[in-house]
């Protein structure tokens, strides 16, 4: 059964840099990986999506390992506007299943 | 400006009463959903279409329906069937439905049962 899976909560202070890992064990090949960003009553917000190896856009970077079983959103120089809860989505192409991860709720401290 | 209207905001009713949620979009998106989000939980896909006049139920069917007659419309109902309504409602949309589309969603509506 597939799954995605991230850590619940993190802390972080303001200007650093902040990694966030999600595994997906049961990725296959042509499946994609994307993270969004939800603030409370507010919809999810798209923030990267990837492949392999990485991406970057003008607010994080997305790193995939070779064997694609997880991958890790980075966020450089926090601010205390990033507090939010972040999730990870895997969209499976063979059977378009979206597996979303639970959420990882990051708290950014002055 | 393009983007996905949910509306009411807040939402309430009586226990047994079907009620609907509106979701718009002008994005000219092929694909949209609804998901359910209870407190300090993550997404859970309700329905999804890939076109108009088709749809496919997600993990959570039951108790929901859902119809897509135009494009930029895909108007979710909560049933009498479905046994505990109170969530929070997202609707969101995609340029066609595959994996590697980024999906745009609205600022949901809030369900409440009274």
């Known amino acids: 059964l597939a799954k995605t899976t991230q850590p619940i909560s993190m802390d972080s202070y303001e200007g650093q840099e902040v990694n966030i890992t999600c595994s997906h064990n049961n990725i296959a090949t042509n499946d994609y990986i994307t993270w969004y960003q939800q603030f409370p009553s507010q919809g999810p917000r798209f923030i990267i999506q990837g492949y392999k190896t990485k991406v970057t856009n003008e607010v994080a970077s997305l790193f995939i390992p070779a064997d694609r079983k997880s991958s890790t959103l980075s966020l450089p120089r926090v601010s205390l506007s990033d507090t939010a809860v972040y999730y990870c989505l895997v969209a499976k192409d063979s059977n378009y299943q979206l597996i979303w991860g639970a959420g990882t709720k990051l708290i950014i401290k002055p | 400006d393009g983007g996905i209207t949910q509306s009411p905001k807040y939402l309430f009713r009586k226990e047994g009463q079907n009620v609907t949620l509106s979701c718009e979009q002008n994005?000219?998106?092929?694909?949209m959903y609804w998901y359910r989000q209870d407190p300090g939980q993550g997404l859970r896909l309700i329905y999804y279409?890939?076109?108009?006049?088709d749809f496919q139920k997600g993990d959570i069917a039951e108790g929901y329906s859902v119809s897509r007659e135009k494009k930029e419309s895909f108007p979710l109902t909560v049933t009498s069937a479905q046994k505990n309504p109170t969530a929070f409602y997202l609707c969101?949309?995609?340029?066609w439905g595959q994996g590697n589309q980024p999906q745009h969603f609205g600022d949901g509506t809030r369900l409440s049962i009274l």
């Open positions: 969101a949309s995609s340029p």
């Open positions: 279409s890939q076109i108009v006049n």
């Open positions: 994005l000219n998106h092929d694909a």
